[in-house]
T-cell receptor, first 110, second 114 residues
Framework: TQLLEQSPQFLSIQEGENLTVYCNSS?????LQWYRQEPGEGPVLLVTVVTGGEVKKLKRLTFQFGDARKDSSLHITAAQPGDTGLYLCAGDNNFNKFYFGSGTKLNVKP | DARVTQTPRDKVTEMGQEVTMRCQPILGHNTVFWYRQTMMQGLELLAY????????DSGMPKDRFSAEMPDATLATLKIQPSEPRDSAVYFC????????????FGSGTRLTVV
């Protein structure tokens, strides 16, 4: 069983469209991270959110941590083919041990 | 850029053989994780070290897997004997203590057991 559930599992969109990926849990996390993974490589950290309700922006990416620190979302504006990859959320259970979600595989078509 | 180095990159072995995967964490990082990634299960935490001491290896099948950090520059994950169901990509990640800034992953070892 996954501590963190991500949705959707797969997303295929056209360049220029907006999208939102969700990461949900019944557990409270002291922090939550988002990673992007490309084929043949390890996950690369995008952002860490720590405070409930926190919003962080990274260029066209907007990350939000839920008020209760159980869920998070990643919104991408005007998606580009370079955004293609597997997006993973990971929650810290307060022992600096990170559990990963199931992942959302994003394909942005030119 | 500092990076986590994993060797080998790819390993094909026969069922029953011993497999050792190696990881060189980033210098100064005192927290090291081993994860396994498969299509079905995603990224699963296998073991977790802090200051070279194993803190948690509850995610690892104990009868065949073992993880060690013989020194601060080397972490190893060993499977003996290997089985086809062990086929996966194994990742090592390292970070400083309380790494709210996140951990750095290696490029992984793709293991195929035939």
């Amino acid at each position: 069983t996954q501590l963190l559930e991500q949705s959707p599992q797969f997303l295929s969109i056209q360049e220029g469209e907006n999208l939102t990926v969700y990461c949900n849990s019944s557990s409270v996390f002291s922090s939550l991270q988002w990673y992007r993974q490309e084929p043949g490589e390890g996950p690369v950290l995008l952002v860490t959110v720590v405070t409930g309700g926190e919003v962080k922006k990274l260029k066209r990416l907007t990350f939000q941590f839920g008020d209760a620190r159980k869920d998070s979302s990643l919104h991408i504006t005007a998606a580009q083919p370079g955004d293609t990859g597997l997006y993973l959320c990971a929650g810290d259970n307060n022992f600096n041990k990170f559990y990963f979600g199931s992942g959302t595989k994003l394909n942005v078509k030119p | 850029d500092a990076r986590v180095t994993q060797t080998p990159r790819d390993k094909v072995t026969e069922m029953g053989q011993e497999v050792t995967m190696r990881c060189q964490p980033i210098l100064g990082h005192n927290t090291v994780f081993w994860y396994r990634q498969t299509m079905m299960q995603g990224l699963e935490l296998l073991a977790y070290f802090r200051n070279r001491a194993p803190l948690d290896d509850s995610g690892m099948p104990k009868d065949r897997f073992s993880a060690e950090m013989p020194d601060a520059t080397l972490a190893t994950l060993k499977i003996q004997p290997s089985e086809p169901r062990d086929s996966a990509v194994y990742f090592c990640a390292s970070g400083p203590l309380g790494a709210k800034g996140g951990y750095t992953f290696g490029s992984g070892t793709r293991l195929t057991v035939v």
